[in-house]
């Protein structure tokens, strides 16, 4: 499995971007794949991630704010990011959960005030 993950850079307080996560070679599954960030500084956080049927768990932080879908036929997920504030700079990973576990490279996402 190879993930490459887009659509990061610098965007202002209250703007908003999307995230791109595609996937290529033996994916088990889009739906087992999930989006993590690291914050300077920090621990890499689960922010998202599917639950088949059910609506998919959010980080506090990000509730109402960010949405998770997925283009299965693209084998690809997306991260739609609004309201983005200093708190959501952090290097941003999709992450394929199938029989082991695949990280993409990361993209960094820089929210100035």
């Known amino acids: 499995v190879q993930l490459q993950a887009s659509g990061g850079g610098l965007v202002q307080t209250g703007g908003s971007l999307r995230l791109s996560c595609a996937a290529s070679?033996?994916?088990?599954?889009?739906?087992?794949m999930r989006w993590y960030r690291q914050a300077p500084g920090k621990q890499r956080e689960l922010v998202t991630r599917f639950r088949g049927s059910r609506t998919p768990d959010y980080v506090d932080s990000v509730k109402g704010r960010f949405t998770i879908s997925r283009d299965s036929a693209k084998n690809t997920v997306y991260l739609q990011m609004n309201n983005l504030t200093s708190e959501d700079t952090a290097v941003y990973y999709c992450a394929h959960f199938g029989t082991s576990v695949t990280w993409g490279r990361g993209t960094l996402v820089t929210v100035s005030s």
């Open positions: 070679g033996h994916i088990f599954s889009v739906d087992v």
